[in-house]
Each structure stands twice: as C-alpha cells, then as structure tokens.
C-alpha cells in the first residue's frame, strides 16, 4: 500500500515538474532574444551550487541544494503573461513597456504558487517561487519587483541573478552584441556589493572557469 501511494507521489510530483518545465519552454519559444537562456541559466545555477558544495562555508542542505538546481528554469515563467509585441520586440522597450517587463517576476511566483499549491514538498515550492519572484532584486535594494536589499534577498534567487546576469551578457540580444567573456567578467565582478551578493564573490571566482569552459564551448558549437 505505501509503495503505491509512493508511486502516485511521484507521479503527482513529475506531473507538476513537466508541465512548469513545459510552460517554460513555452515562454522561451515566445521569446526571440533569449534562445537557450532557459538551458545555459540551469546549467550555470548548477556550477554555482556545485561550488558553494565544494567550498562548504554555508552548510547548505542536500535537499536546498537540489531545489535550486530544480527551480532554475522555472525563473522567467511569469513572462507566460507578457504580451508577445514586448517580449518580441526588436529594440530597446520604452518605459511603459520595460514596467510591464518587469511584472514577470512577481506573476511567475504567483503562476508557480498556482501549479503547486497542491505538493507536498513545501520546501522546493518555496524556493521555486523565491527564485521566480526575487531573482532581479539587487544587494544595493535598488532591484524589483519589491527593492529587497541584501539577506532579506533569499539566497536562491541571489544565485540565479549571478546565472541569469552572466548569460544575458555573454549572449546575443536584440539590443546588442554578445560580449566577450573577460568583458562580462568585469561587469560580474563590479557588480558585486552593489547588484550581487558579496558573499558568492567567491564562489562566482571559483566557479569562473567551468563557466567559461561551458560558454566557449556553446560558442565553438
């Protein structure tokens, strides 16, 4: 009997996980400017948590660890509600456009709380909806959607705005060229204390070089 409902669990649970992952890639299809964002961000999210593992300073658990990896892709789904003339657009948005923009990050913690109001696993439904809701806050408080500052910042969604910066630096947009990796090191690297947590300086630096290695090689392919 347990191993039955077991087996229903984790049916419910793949459910869930295909259908956000389906929505996402959904959002991403829309999306003209940032194909295999969706893909490069979890994988840097991956080298990230990977190091903060190696280093072992913020006693992180297994299972913390394991949901951010998971929630990664899951950071634009609030862009399912951005008209396709914005998220389309070739140029640079205009005010009014750029606030409409920005509401993806409160509705994807909203659309993310919808889809899995029914799990059992509260812990990664919580983090899912933090990296959607707070992933372009900044350290300085000068972010959205809510100008949190520093540690009131959760620290999942501090990971996956080092991951989503970096790959909208190194990657093609419409609004411009791709920069080179030493250029978006730089911008990381600025950044920090004022757009990121100073706290993962370390593990950004040490994390560099399998970055880089797995940017080359999407660049090469």
């Not at 295909?18 to 490069?40: C, F, Q, W, Y």
């Not at 990230?48 to 899951?74: H, N, Q, S, W, Y």
């Not at 705005?161 to 791709?178: G, H, N, P, Q, T």
Request: charged share 35%; hydrophobic share 35%; glycine share 6%.
């Amino acid at each position: 009997m347990k191993n039955e409902v077991d087996e229903k669990t984790k049916h419910i649970v793949d459910m869930h996980d295909n259908l956000i992952m389906s929505m996402a890639m959904m959002v991403e299809s829309r999306d003209n400017s940032t194909g295999g964002h969706i893909k490069r961000t979890s994988t840097g999210v991956k080298i990230l948590i990977e190091e903060i593992i190696k280093e072992g300073g913020m006693e992180l658990t297994d299972e913390f660890c394991r949901d951010v990896i998971k929630a990664a892709p899951m950071h634009d789904l609030g862009k399912i509600a951005v008209k396709d003339q914005i998220l389309t657009k070739e140029g640079r948005f205009t005010d009014e456009e750029y606030d409409e923009m920005k509401r993806h990050a409160a509705e994807g913690a909203r659309v993310i709380h919808e889809i899995l109001k029914q799990t059992d696993d509260i812990s990664f439904k919580i983090v899912a909806e933090n990296v959607a809701h707070y992933h372009h806050e900044r350290w300085d408080g000068s972010g959205y959607p809510e100008g949190l500052a520093g540690e009131d910042i959760p620290l999942e969604a501090r990971i996956m705005a080092i991951a989503d910066v970096y790959d909208a630096l190194v990657s093609k947009r419409v609004y411009k060229e791709a920069y080179d990796l030493a250029k978006a090191d730089r911008i990381i690297m600025e950044g920090m204390g004022s757009q990121f947590d100073p706290g993962l300086e370390s593990v950004y630096v040490n994390a560099r070089p399998r970055l880089e290695e797995y940017y080359s090689k999407l660049q090469e392919a």
